[in-house]
């Protein structure tokens, strides 16, 4: 029987570290390191394993993600049956969720990662390296998007954020839950993502600037009034509660979202940005009278990496706001 062929690419991450000459952890090991380490990953598929980068998360950016993307995209034309991402749980989610907007493919894409080094007591990286090719090579994973795998746990891309720096169940999903979990080396799916109308979102040329600004209790407001006067073509507001600012921002919010997109979210993490409820100055119903596009079910990372997209691909005000409309 044929083995379905996977491509495996290692960015860096707590995955691929190990001790050095200096203080703590540092990327050392490739993809190739981290197949062979996995006992039983080969007769699961057939892998070609190959490092691109080895960064820590934090190091990489939306550039590295779309040249990933197109790595992946060009895979598939060349006949593999899914893709692994091997990257740090710093910026998995962004990554995730990038990939999830880049590659449109019913084949599977799965991103990992570990929350404990290679070498450490307990190193969890190769039980989801042998997950995520569980989950990849599994007929039901198709059509379900970019996916992330860690801890046995299956998560949607949309929906998926790290929770906590150091437990190995680092990664929920509030508003969805998991749609699954690995056991037995098989894949259960108990819920599967419905597919989203969305444009394709495949930027050729340079990507924008875009800031992202979190609101608390007395913010004054200059970090915001600033965001245009330093060049960034589009701001995302992680607003309190169910999409708020102080009152006395609102004419300076309003007036920025005249001259750039500015997308609303929530610092809470969980829940959807409100559109109706709230009246007062500062609210929902008011900041969105004043241009302000809210971002959904999207956190503010999120939000934002699909705020650059969609400006690197030229859609305009409606399309934007559309593209935002069909993650609420």
């Known amino acids: 029987m044929t083995r379905p062929r996977l491509l495996v690419l290692s960015l860096g991450g707590t995955i691929t570290m190990t001790a050095g000459t200096g203080a703590g952890i540092a990327p050392t090991l490739g993809a190739a390191d981290l197949v062979a380490a996995v006992p039983g990953l080969g007769a699961l598929a057939e892998i070609e394993a190959r490092s691109p980068l080895r960064l820590p998360s934090p190091s990489l950016t939306l550039e590295n993600v779309c040249a990933v993307a197109g790595e992946i995209r060009s895979g598939f034309d060349g ?25 449109r493919d019913e084949r599977p894409v799965v991103v990992i990662g570990a929350m404990r080094g290679a070498q450490a007591a307990g190193a969890d990286g190769p039980a989801n390296l042998l997950a995520a090719a569980v989950v990849a090579t599994s007929p039901a994973a198709r059509g379900l998007g970019t996916l992330v795998v860690l801890n046995d746990s299956i998560h949607a891309a949309r929906f998926v954020r790290k ?12 508003n969805g839950g998991p749609l699954g ?3 037995e ?13 969305l444009p394709a979102l495949a930027p050729a040329g340079a990507l924008p600037p875009i800031a992202l600004v979190k609101m608390a209790m007395g913010d004054d407001g200059r970090l915001v009034r600033a965001v245009p006067g330093l060049g960034y ?28 997109p500015v997308v609303l979210a929530s610092r809470t993490l969980a829940g959807p940005v409100f559109e109706r409820t709230y009246g007062y100055p500062g609210s929902e119903i008011d900041l969105v009278a004043r241009g302000l596009i809210p971002s959904g079910l999207l956190t503010g990372p999120k939000a934002r990496i699909l705020l650059t997209l969609g400006l690197a691909c030229g859609l305009d005000g409606p ?8 993650f609420g």
């Not at 929770?163 to 509030?174: D, G, I, M, Q, R």
């Open 185 to 197: 080396a098989r894949a259960h799916l108990f819920s599967r993502v419905v597919q989203l109308d």
């Open 181 to 183: 979990l690995v056991a």
């Open 79 to 103: 006949g593999f049956d899914g893709a692994i991402v091997i990257q740090g749980t710093d910026t998995l989610e962004e990554t995730a969720f990038a990939l999830d907007l880049l590659i």
């Open 163 to 174: 929770a906590h720096t150091a437990l190995t169940s680092a990664f929920v999903s509030e």
């Open 319 to 326: 399309a934007i706001r559309a593209a935002f409309s069909a």
């Open 233 to 260: 073509a589009g701001l995302v507001i992680e607003a309190m509660g169910a999409g708020h600012v102080p009152g006395d921002l609102a004419e300076s919010v309003g007036a920025i979202a005249a001259s750039i």
